[in-house]
């Protein structure tokens, strides 16, 4: 059988629609930069669609192998037992089915790299700053 590979980019979710809806439109962004419609967006919760949802959909598209792309910092237990229990859930009737989930992102060097990056741009005058409102803070 050929294995044909379907991600789930996923995030908590929150109660802000807006924020709810970055990830979507992000999602966007990277299938077109990837090149590959065979990604989908998630939530745990207070979003949607909902993870189980998406996993269905990649199914749906004939996908036999599921990479889950965790946007979650750490490995806490979302990550460690919520999110692999929702995989096992959702997947178990279909055999044949692999699945695996990406690492925390402060696992990856890259993260650090990035972070760096804008904690430089901070200390060089602000050039990794970007202009938002939070709590009536400008930033």
Partial sequence: MERKIGIVVFTHGSRRRQANESLIEFVVRLRETVGCERIEPAFMEWGRPLLPAALRRLLARGCNH???CALFLV???HLQEDIPFIFEQTLKKHPGVTWEI???MVEDARFLEYVSGKIRGVFAGGGGLQKR???????
């Fill in 75 to 77: 490995a806490g237990s």
């Fill in 102 to 104: 990406s690492p925390p």
């Fill in 66 to 68: 599921i990479y889950g």
């Fill in 133 to 139: 409102l939070y709590r009536g803070l400008e930033l």
